[in-house]
């Protein structure tokens, strides 16, 4: 299904949005071939506009909208009013900018209400006071993930809204096809891609995530924006992908695309052949084969445990591997813990290793780098218990 032409020239933007989420390294999106970026938070964005704008990228801004799951009542008349005159400024702040293109009321604010009628009207009401305001440039909602029950909701008590902004993973494969089954007949954009989340994925006995390997990363980034995203233009504005920097969620490698070091990771050569259809003049290692005797059951602390990687450079430039052993993280946002003396001995691309002392869940991670500012990640959780 294709939406009416006339409709999407009407609103569209003046660009297939070629984006990824992030404030950091924006000469290196902007080389990449991208276009764009997603700031998920408009309260402090004056410098982040700046830097993209000197890059030649635009904006979506995603504006402040409350969230009843921290506490914002969206069945109260004066808390609605405030926040739309709070909207309205934010809009005002930036409206002149010349980066903004689009706007988002909020970010996955259905988030465990999208039953509640309060909160699309609310939206609704936002909607229509911001294209009131500002009229050429789209509004639209950012949804995490998308359901016929939030179409109809949007459908129904939202009608100024522009277009939606789907945040989706696994999901991303089969977008296209349920939103014409939902009978959504406006446009719409990816505003998150990537890998398989941590929640998607296959868990080992004790409930620890398998996080795919750098090389599986790269071939979702790639085939997903081939297939349901640029495929599905001109209904798809395009999109944003997830995470263009460093970022601590799930574990410390899983959906940034650089390390907290800079090196590049494979999921930035992937965009940058999406976008541009060339891939960057030096590639990223690739990690082939992790093979250990920690995966599948627990070890015993203090035991004697071993690893072995393979990788290839695409340059044949010269490769260095490093192996270290981190506790599983706890929370998102925080650095895992280094549990130093647990690598015992490295012999080439083989590593042995001396399990904790202490009982829990870890990981055993291993970095390969080029040298020339690009590498490769893998790790494998695994857990002590005395026995």
Known sequence: MILALASLLAIAPPFFVKGAVGTERLDQLSAAGANAIRIVDARNAAET????NANGLRALVTLDVGQARLGFDWSSADQRRGQRERILEQWERYAAHPAPFMWSLGS??????????????GLGELAEALKAKDAAR????????VTQAKVDAIVRFCPKVDAIGVNTYAGLASLPQRLETYGWKKPWLVTEFGPFGPWEVAKTQWGAAREPMGQQKEDIYLSNYLRSIEASRPNCWGSFAFYWGHRYEGT????????PTGERLGGVDALTFAWSRKWPANRCPRIFYLDTTI???PVAPGSEQSAVVVAFDPDDDPL???WEVRAEMTGDGVEPKLIYDSISGKIGNQ??????LAEGAYRLVVVVTDGKGNAATANVPFLVKGG
Request: hydrophobic share 45%; proline share 7%.
């Open 252 to 259: 410390p490698t899983w959906f940034g695309l650089f390390l």
């Open 351 to 356: 590593v042995q290793i001396r399990a904790p």
């Open 49 to 52: 506009l700046d830097r993209a």
């Open 320 to 322: 260095t591997i490093k």
């Open 295 to 297: 995966d599948q059951t």
């Open 108 to 121: 996955e604010v259905e988030v465990g209400y999208d039953a509640d009628e309060n909160l699309w009207k």
């Open 138 to 145: 789209p509004v639209i909602l950012t949804l995490a993930e």
